[in-house]
């Protein structure tokens, strides 16, 4: 039963992180899109002013669509950062438990204290 969870939540896992791969993907092909007209509109003979008011309007675009990856990025950084503190964790339990055992092995007087009220 608990196999089943975990893979049916690591699975999960892999589609949510493909799935931000993929948007990452395209949003960076639309960045380079983007750039590509920028440097075209660069380049063209257009009167001045209008040029001015493309690139602007492009420069725009460009910023947003970073700020899409850059959040996109945090967020992968996120979804890993739970299983590693949940490793952690568990590790901290495992050897808590063990010295438990430990310390019960040695010494059998802490367990056979009685105390009187």
Same mark, same amino acid.
């Given at each position: 039963?608990?196999?089943?969870?975990?893979?049916?939540?690591?699975?999960? *896992? /892999?589609?949510?992180?493909?799935?931000? #791969?993929? =948007?990452?993907? +395209?949003? &960076?092909?639309? !960045?380079?899109?983007?750039?590509?007209?920028?440097?075209?509109?660069?380049?063209?003979?257009?009167?001045?002013?209008?040029?001015?008011?493309?690139?602007?309007?492009?420069?725009?675009?460009? *910023? /947003?669509?970073?700020?899409?990856?850059? #959040?996109? =990025?945090?967020? +992968?950084? &996120?979804?890993? !950062?739970?299983?590693?503190?949940?490793?952690?964790?568990?590790?901290?339990?495992?050897?808590?438990?063990?010295?438990?055992?430990?310390?019960?092995?040695?010494?059998?007087?802490?367990?056979?204290?009685?105390?009187?009220?």
């Amino acid at each position: 039963m608990t196999i089943s969870v975990s893979s049916s939540s690591s699975g999960a *896992a /892999a589609t949510s992180k493909t799935n931000v #791969s993929g =948007q990452i993907a +395209q949003l &960076q092909s639309q !960045l380079k899109g983007l750039t590509k007209k920028l440097k075209e509109t660069s380049d063209s003979d257009m009167e001045a002013k209008m040029k001015a008011q493309i690139m602007k309007m492009l420069q725009a675009q460009i *910023a /947003a669509v970073q700020a899409q990856i850059q #959040s996109l =990025q945090q967020q +992968q950084n &996120q979804a890993k !950062l739970p299983s590693k503190d949940a490793a952690q964790s568990s590790e901290k339990q495992n050897a808590q438990e063990a010295s438990s055992a430990r310390r019960s092995n040695l010494s059998p007087l802490g367990s056979q204290v009685d105390t009187y009220v």
